[in-house]
């Protein structure tokens, strides 16, 4: 799982008010290459949450990322560590975890999953 | 300035709008116009459409999958003389300089329901004489391809009127389909399928209708094998995928045998992410809104496979109360699901496209109809965020069919929108059986035959008013 889709998740279970992003538990994660495409960043640096991808990344290992996103100019070395971290790194095996509830969404072969138990719907 | 468009004849419906998609992907902001040839019927593969330029024309060729030539038109007539004088009234100055000594050009005869010999072919090759080329024909790979095209009228087939007349179309070449996609990515050869794996020819025109190109992100939302986002992929796109079974899109067949491997297979990048969820319980945070540029999906009717949202048959029928898990049996508990009707799909399908597309983005998804009333007015879903662009008809048989939607988003995602389909899910979950039987179009897809259709088999008299229009439009 790439820090792209963690950044659009949360937890819906029932009585969760707050559905903010999740918090990374790593336990495999490796890097994978991924074409750099500027116009593509740039239409995701407006819809990031820019909080939780440091955080993120930060879980997974790279400490990289600006503690702030830059204004409108961005320019290619911000890029390439933004591209670095939405994309190249990925979350093999861990969990999501919801800061608000405690539970715990698995992370099996890169594919998270975020089906919800009988009673939490 | 004025092309002639050749289709392949098939898949009839979703010729134009395949164009149309293309005509706004590489930049025309005005619908196009649309001329038949005289006396041709709508299903005729000869069309005129108006476009800006020869370079939009060849880019919509070459990126479709339905185009057989995009020409320039030098002329026209019902005989060779009227193509004659034609010809010879197109202005000099677009001709001459596609004529001049240096560059090499080959024409080709073909034909549309008719054939013609060698000698036949070279009769009328022979016969253009007075178009003065000067430069040297090249068969293998000329800088400039001209066609004469050949039809003679058509006859009334199985209730279809006739399509085309008489007509003889002489024009240069300015592009033309990459067919060979096809044979490249059919499923034939695909590494993982399943059963309701889209079909390669079908999957491109999808992403063409969505637009799909580099530097865009595509979601398709029942993702299954990711036959779809493959040939988004394959123009360029990221995708991105999610299916309620985990088997499908976390393990796949092995670890050689799964939705990456189908990726890895053409050398296209792998989606971005894949992911186990629930379309009618998105886990999507609060705030994330617009930001695909695409959603293009095959949900499912319920026919040959039916969908699946969270909740037991037992809980949602309300026979039991929703239970937790214990501690000890969590980990692995696989949760149940039950059956997940066509109209709720589409409603969450609808209000999830709503949400998470950009201005303008489209949303593009097949919707099963049945044929049964001749002409009778089929309710296709709506939603106030939404322009219904394209609706293409392809038959499945002779009981139903399913068509592509294509729609554009217009309208801004409001509270009011979100409100409206809060409460929806809601009438959903209250009345679950109600909504299981609407619009389930399973039992009449399978039911026996009536008694008058056995009638029709026994007696040969009868003509059947319903004209079958199977051929063409499958």
């Known amino acids: 799982m790439r820090l792209i889709m963690h950044n659009m998740l949360t937890c819906n279970i029932k009585g969760v008010i707050n559905k903010s992003p999740l918090r990374i538990e790593a336990e495999k994660v490796i890097k994978k290459e991924v074409d750099f495409n500027p116009d593509f960043l740039r239409h995701m640096l407006a819809k990031i949450e820019w909080k939780a ?46 800061q608000e509830s405690g539970r715990k969404f698995p992370v099996n072969k890169g594919v998270p999953n975020m089906l919800l138990h009988e009673k939490e719907v | 300035m004025w092309f002639l468009c050749v289709f392949y004849h ?52 070459k990126r479709s999958i339905l185009v057989k030539g995009m020409y320039e038109l030098w002329g026209e007539g019902t ?61 293998k790979n000329p800088d400039h391809n001209f066609f004469l095209m050949e039809m003679d009228e058509s006859e009334e087939s199985n209730g279809l009127p006739p399509i085309v007349q008489r007509r003889i179309f002489f024009g240069r070449e300015v592009g033309f389909a990459d067919r ?70 976390r393990d796949g067949r092995g670890p050689d045998c799964n939705v990456w491997s189908n990726f890895k297979q053409y050398g296209l990048p792998a989606p971005v992410a894949l992911l186990r969820m629930d379309n009618n319980v998105p886990p999507w945070r609060s705030g994330l809104k617009e930001i695909f540029d695409a959603i293009i999906c095959d949900p499912p009717y319920g026919v040959r496979a039916g969908g699946r949202k969270s909740g037991g048959r037992k809980i949602l029928r309300g026979t039991v109360d929703p239970y937790t898990v214990p501690e000890d049996k969590r980990t692995g508990h696989i949760p149940s699901t039950g059956a997940y009707s066509l109209v709720e799909c589409v409603h969450d399908l609808l ?32 939603h106030p965020c939404f322009k219904l662009v394209a609706v293409s008809e392809q038959i499945l048989s002779s009981r139903y069919s399913r068509v592509l939607l294509t729609m554009v988003k217009v309208g801004p995602y409001s509270d009011e929108v979100e409100e409206a389909a809060r409460l929806m899910h ?26 008058s259709s056995q009638i029709r088999t026994e007696s040969k008299t009868f003509k059947d008013p319903k004209p079958k229009y199977r051929g063409k439009y499958v």
């Not at chain 2, 496209?353 to 879903?381: I, Q, T």
């Not at chain 2, 979950?429 to 008694?451: A, C, M, Q, Y």
């Open chain 1, 53 to 98: 991808l440091v955080d993120g990344a930060r879980s997974m290992g790279y400490t990289e990322l600006p503690v702030h996103a830059p204004g409108i100019e961005s320019d290619e070395p911000f890029l390439r560590k933004f591209h670095h971290a939405l994309l190249e790194l990925n979350l093999e095996e861990g969990s999501l975890v919801c």
């Open chain 2, 10 to 61: 098939r898949l009839l419906d979703f010729r134009k709008p395949e164009v149309e998609a293309l005509a706004e992907l590489f930049g025309e902001d005005e619908s196009l116009q649309w001329r038949l040839p005289e006396h041709h019927h709508n299903d005729t593969p000869f069309h005129f459409v108006q476009l800006s330029s020869e370079e939009i024309a060849q880019n919509i060729a």
């Open chain 2, 79 to 139: 005989c060779y003389e009227e193509l004659k004088e034609s010809i010879q009234s197109f202005p000099d100055s677009r001709k001459l300089p596609f004529l001049t000594s240096d560059s090499t050009f080959r024409i080709s005869v073909e034909t549309f329901g008719k054939a013609l010999t060698f000698d036949e072919q070279k009769e009328r090759i022979h016969s253009l004489t007075y178009i003065p080329f000067e430069g040297k024909v090249n068969l």
């Open chain 2, 180 to 249: 060979k996609l096809l044979p490249t990515f059919q499923l034939k050869s695909r590494t993982y399928l399943g059963p309701t794996a889209m079909d390669a020819e079908m999957a491109f025109l999808m992403a063409n209708q969505a637009n799909a190109a580099s530097g865009k992100l595509v979601y398709d939302p029942f993702v299954g094998t990711g036959s779809i986002l493959v040939s988004a992929a394959r123009f360029g796109a990221m995708t991105m995928g999610a299916d309620i079974d985990i088997r499908v899109v």
């Open chain 2, 351 to 382: 209000h999830l496209a709503a949400r998470m597309l950009v201005m303008k983005g489209r949303l593009v998804f097949f919707f099963p109809v049945l044929r049964d009333e001749c002409g009778s007015e089929v309710k296709f879903p709506e």
């Open chain 2, 426 to 451: 809601l009438e959903f979950r209250e009345n679950h059986l109600k909504w299981l039987e609407e619009g389930n179009i399973h039992s009449s897809v399978f039911k026996p035959s009536t008694d």
